[in-house]
């Protein structure tokens, strides 16, 4: 989700690559799980966290919102699938009774970068900052960027990354008072990079690329 914040009143007023070091280490979070609580609809997943999750898992993207683990919610004009949280405590479904998370492996990207985010430019590309109030581990240590997203081939990854973002973008202007495409769109959009099972095993990036390609023809973004 994106965000119009003060960066200097949120982060520590630096702006980091993938190869620089941040004062994000947080231990493993041992005994702390406050991020994976309250955090209402803002966790929002993007193709490749379904990907990996529903292969890490071996469950269809379908059976995890029947099942309540994500739900879907329009964001900025879109309809994305977000991490659902539940109960008294709204826990993430996927946090254990040990305030673990049951899906380490395969927990979404924005979780990975956590207490960090991205910021976007206009030209397309983004860099990462540390959000300094929302971690509350105190004695955090430094750690570089490419560990703490903890994703193989970075390089591709960010790629993707921008490429989604500038995607998104570029459907919500488009789309912006123009109730009826809107809809029609968004089936699409949900059908087309989350709902359509992605081949277990097999890299994303072609794989998405594809889908992304079929969209572009679809709606010129
Ligand atoms: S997926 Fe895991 S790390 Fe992310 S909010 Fe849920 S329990 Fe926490
Ligand atoms: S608040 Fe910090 S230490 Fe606690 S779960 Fe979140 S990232 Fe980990």
């Known amino acids: 989700m994106e965000r119009r914040v003060d960066l200097a009143e949120i982060s520590d007023g630096k702006q980091y690559g993938i190869n620089d070091m941040a004062r994000a280490g947080c231990g493993g979070c041992e005994g702390c799980s406050a991020?994976?609580?309250g955090m209402g609809r803002t966790v929002v997943l993007d193709?490749?966290?379904?990907?990996?999750m529903t292969e890490g898992l071996s469950v269809s993207f379908e059976r995890l919102l029947q099942e309540k683990k994500?739900?879907?919610?329009?964001?900025?004009?879109?309809?994305?699938?977000?991490l659902a949280m539940n109960g008294p405590q709204e826990a993430c479904a996927f946090l254990n009774e040990e305030g673990r998370c049951r899906i380490h492996p395969w927990r979404p990207g924005i979780c990975r970068l956590f207490p960090m985010g991205r910021?976007?430019?206009?030209?397309?590309?983004?860099?990462?900052?540390?959000?300094?109030?929302?971690?509350?581990?105190?004695?955090?240590?430094?750690?570089?960027?490419?560990?703490?997203?903890?994703t193989p081939d970075t390089g591709r990854y960010e790629t993707y990354i921008a490429r989604?973002?500038?995607?998104?973008?570029?459907?919500?202007?488009?789309?912006?008072?123009?109730?009826a495409r809107e809809r029609e769109v968004n089936l699409a959009l949900l059908k087309l990079f989350?709902?359509?099972?992605?081949?277990?095993?097999?890299?994303?990036?072609?794989?998405?690329?594809?889908?992304?390609?079929?969209?572009?023809e679809k709606t010129g973004c």
């Open 164 to 179: 989604w973002h500038d995607f998104r973008k570029s459907l919500q202007k488009q789309l912006a008072g123009d109730a």
């Open 194 to 216: 989350f709902l359509t099972p992605y081949a277990p095993g097999e890299d994303f990036y072609p794989q998405f690329d594809a889908r992304m390609k079929r969209m572009e």
């Open 70 to 82: 994500l739900e879907l919610n329009v964001v900025d004009g879109l309809i994305l699938p977000n």
């Open 47 to 52: 193709p490749y966290d379904v990907y990996r």
């Open 119 to 150: 910021l976007y430019g206009e030209d397309g590309g983004f860099t990462y900052f540390l959000q300094i109030h929302e971690c509350r581990k105190k004695e955090r240590t430094k750690i570089r960027v490419r560990r703490l997203l903890d």
């Open 35 to 37: 991020c994976c609580r």
